[in-house]
């Protein structure tokens, strides 16, 4: 039902005489309910365009700091110079010109889950009905001996897109032929298994193409890595992986793989049990992780540093009316990504909707799928579904998988025209 | 060759063979509705019209080809990338509810880079080797989901025919026997990407 109808509706329904005004129809006061929702990435912006969708009597308000939204989904391909920094930005004009969302530009800085309040920055108080929490990730500074948040200019970590982005691009551009790359990975969870490998493939990419004398290393605090045999069979293919002529290394826990130590001075790293050091012309450091900064600030983490929550309603389980979607919440089986989010925000906005007008919530269903762009036309992908299963979000027997191994460069080449058709359809469902 | 034979083969694939009983959905059904198909449309776009440029927009299909496509993906009898694992996710009776939900979504059609003399010299082509089975005509619901879908799916489910032993197998073989080469196939990719 349209905006004018159901209010229409409504005014009629409740014996008020619809007393026009200048074409506006006067309802008789009903406290609209009101949703307040934290951060405007990919969880944050599905959960308040759907419950605006599904149900326009629902004051929704919308808080981001940033005027622009940089998808971390394709950034990769911005370092590699395949895409631009500017086609991966967002605005959310449509969101309030189109579903009537209060966009608030502004940070939440504290929660006040007894008065149901939220404090921002700016000074205002903004008090919800139910409140959702999408924060994103936020970074372990304490954890790496030698780096921290003062450090992220010259070492970026490139793992919240935006001015990370434009950095690591600009010192990947500036490197001379035969300069090394060292990415470090942080131990799991962390945002986007994947992730790290498909920028070392994009990183050698592009080396390939304008400094075949260098080299990406890749130090890795985990012994396996999503979609790993597709991965090395795509490096081998492109890159020479396992020859000493290519681009890429990896170098896993039990080879010395681990980091300890970075000497931002030397741009050196130590790393392994013997603490063994490598030299590096650009180094990125990928921080380990936890949930966003305001959910841990306001009770909603656990000692793992990650939101446990109702894996069916999102609703946390440490603190009432409040749910936490994302990367932060812990949601059984599915990874952290975009995909991941924006199929929570959705169970998450009929659970919401459901718990303020009544009415029993239905059986959620999920998907998770995630491309990784090897190469020009060269794409892998993994998807899933799953369901509530004992409480628990887990994957449907039979329904999860890899692209295949050893299939045709045709096949590579279809997956690389969907994965790109998968970016414009899911930030489309966010923007538009 | 004639293919005017199989056009009754061709109905019962595409149309009556899926003979499912007609159900009364409950109140509970929309939300449900909704909770399944919320799950494609981040790769398939907004009510399955997709922005492309590969990943076919599946708004519209009628709901017996929505189902077959769901169930040979599911099977394995259709060749795809993620589908099979997607489909595999769900139950029958989900998929008759999700096919019933697209079918009756409104089709948005973006245009494409289309070359309009190849275009225009598929469109005799079309005529001439393809019509019989597959009619383009103003109907609100085409039998198949190929006129104005995206060019590269085209190419790609084109070739998956190849090699194979079904009907469409052996259309594109008269085809590219008559024509001697595959490269005319371009010039009718061209004419169902001109449609909108
Ligand atoms: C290099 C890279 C590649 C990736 N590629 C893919 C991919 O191909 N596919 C895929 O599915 N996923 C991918 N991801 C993962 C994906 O980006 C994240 O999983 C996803 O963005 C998580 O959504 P979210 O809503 O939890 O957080 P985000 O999208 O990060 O949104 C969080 C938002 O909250 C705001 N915020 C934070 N704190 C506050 C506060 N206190 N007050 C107000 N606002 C706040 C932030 O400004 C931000 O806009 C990739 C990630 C990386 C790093």
Known sequence: MSNFTRRHFLGLAAGTAAAGIAGYYFIAPRAKKKVVVIGGGAGGVIAAKYIRKADNMIDVTLIEPNKDYYTCFMSNEVLSGVHTIDSIKFGYDKLSSQYGINMVYDSAIAIDANAKTVRLQGGTTIAYDRLIVSPGVDYRWDAIDGYDESLIEKIPHAWKAGSQTVILRKQLEAMKNGGTVIITVPPKPFRCPPAPYERASQIAHYMKQHKPQSKVLIFDANQAFAKQPLFIEGWKKLYGYGTDKSFIEWIPPEEGGELVAVDAEEM??????????????????????????????????????????????FESSLQKDIHVIGDSCIAGAMPKSAYSANSQAKVCAQAVISALEGGKMVEPSFVNTCYSLIGDDFAISVAAIYRLKDGKIQATQGASGTSPLDASLEYRRSEAAYAYSWYKNITSDMFS | MHFQKYKYILLLITGVIVNLPAKTLDTNTTAQVFMLVNTCVGCHGIDGSSLGPATPTIAGMRKPLFIKAMQDMKNGLRPSTVMGVVANGYTDEEIEMMADFFSKQKVVRYRQNVDLEKAQRGKELHKQYCDSCHKIEVRTQPLFNIAGQWMPYLRFRLSQFKNGDSMMASALEYFVLKNDSEERLEELIHFYGSQQ
């Open chain 1, 268 to 313: 050196t790293i130590y790393a392994g049990e013997f603490e063994d050091e490598h030299k590096a012309d650009v180094l990125n450091i990928v921080p380990p992780q936890k949930a966003g900064k305001i959910a841990i600030e306001s009770g909603l983490a656990d000692d793992t540093g990650w939101c446990p929550v109702n894996q069916q309603t």
